[in-house]
């Protein structure tokens, strides 16, 4: 393990983050708000910090292990630091809520501790959520955009962070491919802010929850979230714009080079399509006499829910917690898939859903023909068996830190559904759960050790698992 380079990388990450901080400092110096004092003294000890890790002699030669250091401790130290300006400005009542709460920012979360956004600045609103929408794309994506001089190795800096889209290059160099993801990006992004201004919005708070929508992080500057609004118009709109969010960027990025041929035969896209519709339809006539069987109440507010748990944005419109059991346990399986790889989203991943799958099925036929030898296939091509693989270990780690983290939250004796839900909700990067934490209820009654606990597993459910275990093994300090 080289530590400088490690520590080069933190720095350039950290003084980037540093810049971020200066809208949010505008806003609070145009409103003469409280909290200006908080990010200028935010800016500045993150902006000397940075530039001192960041001017490291070193030759950036980024390997793996370097590669799974600096983006576990880049995902730490952003939200350690990004914490500062809801502590000193006094928003947040303590400094483990103010980490809470940035981690579910910066790892797209959405759970939030706060009773009332409505009480709070609009400085520390835009900052929430723009920690929303850096976050979606990836922090090192970002930084890749911003900093190519991180090397040309450091394609094991996006492999790490960014599954999907980032798992290869979309163009020869790699600060192009990181920045033409985020045009991507921030053209969805400007879109989804102009038709939430046709649907009446005004402009703060339509780039706050395009930010939201576009990070599939779900934050909101009303205490009713989207329902506040009251209107279908911007209800279907968001449905349709997060699930376009849960999709593959590189699938936009063939699109827009002329090949739907791969965009409209992708089988994960085709399977989120169609699992998408299948559990809006059951919760649909599920939901039916809740809402008096009201046909447009009930499909808008059943694809609203299904679109937003699978995409783990957690907008919310209305409090499922009336839903029958069914619907929820519906809910409950969209939190652990999540959408497609490569998007904004959280969750297995519907990639891995379908090897886990079809792993099953190949089990099954080769105990029926011992001799058979077969290999799984997703979209006509062959996937190695190493993949496959490491897909049973993620799935195996992933549930392991979930019953780990049941465990620990239910010190605090909430009922079980509150407790599994929050901790599913932390690491599928949802933020909305069940009861206590539903859409009308938030996460501040927990304990500090939940709270750790929780923002640990959306780090760790951000990164996909492996590079924030990998921190913790010895051999990844290894010299050798």
Same mark, same amino acid.
């Not at 920690?131 to 970002?142: A, D, E, N, Q, Y």
């Not at 900093?147 to 450091?154: E, H, N, T, V, Y």
């Not at 279907?236 to 699930?243: A, D, G, N, S």
């Not at 799958?357 to 979209?379: D, L, M, Q, T, Y």
């Given at each position: 393990?080289?530590?400088?380079? /490690?520590?080069?990388? @933190?720095?350039?990450?950290?003084?980037?983050?540093?810049?971020?901080?200066?809208?949010?400092? %505008?806003?609070?110096?145009?409103?003469?708000?409280?909290?200006?004092?908080?990010?200028?003294?935010?800016?500045?000890?993150?902006?000397?910090?940075?530039?001192?890790?960041?001017?490291?002699?070193?030759?950036?030669?980024?390997?793996?292990?370097?590669?799974?250091?600096?983006?576990?401790?880049?995902?730490?130290?952003? *939200?350690?630091?990004?914490?500062?300006?809801?502590?000193?400005?006094? !928003?947040?009542?303590?400094?483990?809520?103010?980490?809470?709460? +940035?981690?579910?920012?910066?790892?797209?979360?959405?759970?939030?501790?706060?009773?009332?956004?409505?009480?709070?600045?609009?400085?520390?609103?835009?900052?929430?959520?723009?920690?929303?929408?850096?976050?979606?794309?990836?922090?090192?994506?970002?930084?890749?955009?911003?900093?190519? &001089?991180?090397?040309?190795?450091?394609?094991?800096?996006?492999? $790490?962070?960014?599954?999907?889209?980032?798992?290869?290059?979309?163009?020869?160099?790699?600060?192009?491919?990181?920045?033409?993801?985020?045009?991507?990006?921030?053209?969805?992004?400007?879109? +989804?802010?102009?038709?939430?201004?046709?649907?009446?919005?005004?402009?703060?708070?339509?780039?706050?929850?395009?930010?939201?929508?576009?990070?599939?992080?779900?934050?909101?500057?009303?205490?009713?979230?989207?329902?506040?609004?009251? &209107? &279908?118009?911007?209800?279907?709109?968001? /449905?349709?714009?997060?699930?376009?969010?849960?999709?593959?960027?590189?699938?936009?990025?063939?699109?827009?080079?002329?090949?739907?041929? &791969?965009?409209?035969?992708?089988?994960?896209?085709?399977?989120?399509?169609?699992?998408?519709?299948?559990?809006?339809? @059951?919760?649909?006539?599920?939901?039916?006499?809740?809402?008096?069987?009201?046909?447009?109440? *009930?499909?808008?507010?059943? !694809?609203?829910?299904?679109?937003?748990?699978?995409? +783990?944005?957690?907008?919310? +419109?209305?409090?499922?917690?009336?839903?029958?059991?069914?619907?929820?346990?519906?809910?409950?399986?969209?939190?652990?898939?999540?959408?497609?790889?490569?998007?904004?989203?959280?969750?297995?991943?519907?990639?891995?859903?379908?090897?886990?799958?079809?792993? /099953?099925?190949?089990?099954?036929?080769? $105990?029926?023909?011992?001799?058979?030898?077969?290999?799984?296939?997703?979209?006509?091509?062959?996937?190695?068996?190493?993949?496959?693989?490491?897909?049973?270990?993620?799935?195996?780690?992933?549930?392991?830190?979930?019953?780990?983290?049941?465990?620990?939250?239910?010190?605090?004796?909430?009922?079980?559904?509150?407790?599994?839900?929050?901790?599913?909700?932390?690491?599928?990067?949802?933020?909305?759960?069940?009861?206590?934490?539903?859409?009308?209820?938030?996460?501040?009654?927990?304990?500090?050790?939940?709270?750790?606990?929780?923002?640990?597993?959306?780090?760790?459910?951000?990164?996909?698992?492996?590079?924030? %275990?990998?921190?913790?093994?010895?051999?990844?300090?290894?010299?050798?």
């Amino acid at each position: 393990m080289n530590l400088k380079v /490690v520590l080069k990388v @933190l720095g350039t990450v950290l003084f980037w983050e540093s810049v971020l901080m200066v809208p949010s400092l %505008i806003i609070s110096i145009i409103e003469n708000s409280y909290d200006r004092n908080a990010f200028i003294v935010s800016i500045v000890l993150l902006g000397f910090i940075g530039l001192m890790l960041k001017n490291i002699k070193v030759n950036l030669n980024i390997r793996k292990r370097e590669a799974y250091a600096s983006v576990a401790l880049s995902w730490l130290m952003m *939200s350690l630091f990004g914490a500062l300006p809801y502590y000193i400005s006094g !928003a947040a009542p303590n400094y483990i809520d103010a980490l809470f709460e +940035t981690a579910s920012g910066f790892t797209t979360t959405g759970a939030t501790i706060f009773a009332n956004v409505e009480t709070l600045p609009r400085s520390i609103l835009f900052w929430r959520s723009f920690t929303l929408w850096i976050g979606g794309m990836g922090v090192l994506v970002f930084t890749l955009a911003l900093a190519p &001089s991180l090397g040309a190795r450091s394609i094991f800096l996006m492999k $790490a962070e960014f599954s999907g889209a980032s798992s290869g290059k979309l163009v020869p160099k790699l600060s192009e491919t990181a920045k033409l993801l985020y045009i991507i990006y921030g053209v969805m992004t400007g879109v +989804t802010v102009i038709l939430f201004l046709i649907g009446g919005m005004p402009l703060f708070d339509a780039v706050i929850h395009a930010f939201g929508t576009a990070g599939t992080g779900g934050f909101s500057v009303k205490a009713g979230g989207l329902g506040h609004y009251g &209107s &279908s118009f911007i209800e279907w709109i968001t /449905v349709f714009l997060m699930f376009l969010f849960g999709i593959n960027f590189s699938l936009y990025y063939a699109a827009l080079k002329g090949n739907w041929k &791969s965009f409209l035969k992708n089988e994960e896209l085709r399977f989120y399509f169609i699992f998408v519709i299948f559990a809006i339809l @059951l919760i649909f006539f599920n939901i039916l006499p809740v809402y008096n069987f009201s046909l447009s109440d *009930s499909i808008r507010n059943s !694809a609203f829910h299904v679109t937003s748990i699978i995409t +783990t944005t957690g907008f919310a +419109t209305t409090d499922i917690n009336m839903w029958p059991l069914l619907s929820k346990i519906v809910l409950f399986i969209l939190m652990v898939t999540g959408a497609c790889s490569g998007s904004t989203t959280g969750g297995l991943k519907l990639i891995r859903v379908m090897i886990l799958f079809k792993s /099953v099925i190949r089990e099954v036929n080769h $105990a029926i023909h011992p001799s058979s030898v077969s290999k799984i296939k997703i979209g006509g091509k062959s996937i190695d068996d190493e993949i496959v693989d490491n897909t049973l270990i993620f799935f195996f780690a992933y549930i392991f830190i979930l019953f780990v983290s049941i465990v620990i939250l239910s010190l605090d004796n909430f009922d079980f559904m509150t407790t599994f839900s929050a901790a599913l909700a932390s690491i599928s990067n949802i933020g909305s759960g069940f009861e206590q934490i539903g859409p009308l209820g938030n996460f501040s009654q927990f304990s500090s050790l939940s709270k750790v606990t929780m923002a640990l597993c959306m780090i760790i459910g951000r990164l996909e698992v492996l590079p924030v %275990i990998a921190l913790v093994s010895p051999s990844m300090w290894h010299k050798q």
